[in-house]
């Protein structure tokens, strides 16, 4: 079974530019978050989705952050402008149905942003 | 205070050794507990869940203490493979949100 794939896997942007981050979610997989992981702490929840509708995006910094599951699957986080904090892992993870499924989360390998 | 709050350690141990982790959360409403590892550079993977009865599988014990809402892991015959960072893990509210707490991080000494 492939796993969460994402894109890219490095990223070097300057500040106030925009970039965007891409992810597949585990074939069948409802659920999908978006984690920012800052070097030295665990992962901290963005974004939410149950299939392509927002359950909790209350840790998402609105004026800069945005993100998308249009059709239920894939999804994209985007930070404009960029700044020198959001250097970070981004990582996607995905989960069976929220009624159904169990608390397992399976992440991608993440995607490293360097802000200069 | 944090959700959840872990020792960043690091700890170094021989390998064989028995090595314990510790994690302490503030939400008492909290239902399902659990231990992510993550390698270096790598995405975290679950270890094992938390049971309040406690639970092992094979040389990891994890235990659980709602009253004092407090979680450990107990590593033992400790390996070079078992080196990363334990990662310890609360659900938050009925969404199946987890609470990532900062990470232990074990180095296993040959």
């Known amino acids: 079974e492939a796993g969460v794939a994402q894109s890219p896997r490095y990223k070097i942007i300057e500040k106030r530019q925009s970039v965007a981050f891409w992810c597949n979610p585990i074939s069948g997989h409802a659920t999908l978050y978006w984690y920012q992981q800052i070097l030295g702490q665990g992962p901290k929840l963005l974004i939410q989705f149950q299939n392509n509708g927002v359950v909790d995006d209350s840790q998402l910094p609105k004026d800069r952050f945005s993100a998308e599951r249009l059709k239920g699957v894939d999804s994209t986080l985007k930070i404009q402008p960029a700044k020198l904090e959001d250097s970070a892992v981004y990582l996607c993870?995905?989960?069976?149905?929220?009624?159904?499924?169990?608390?397992?989360?399976?992440f991608g390998p993440g995607t490293r942003l360097t802000v200069t | 205070r944090k959700e959840v709050e872990q020792d960043p350690g690091p700890f170094n141990v021989p390998e064989g050794a028995t090595v314990a982790f510790n994690c302490t959360y503030s939400?008492?409403?909290?239902?399902?507990f659990f231990w992510y590892r993550q390698d270096c550079r790598k995405e975290p993977k679950l270890l094992m869940s938390v049971y309040s009865s406690g639970n092992e599988d094979g040389r990891f014990t994890a235990q659980l203490n709602r009253a004092s809402q407090y979680i450990s892991l107990l590593i033992r015959d400790s390996k070079l493979s078992d080196s990363a960072t334990y990662l310890c893990v609360v659900n938050r509210g009925s969404a199946r949100q987890l609470t990532f707490g900062s990470g232990t991080q074990l180095t296993v000494l040959p």
């Open positions: 939400n008492s409403a909290s239902q399902s």
């Open positions: 993870a995905s989960s069976p149905n929220l009624l159904a499924g169990g608390y397992e989360q399976y």
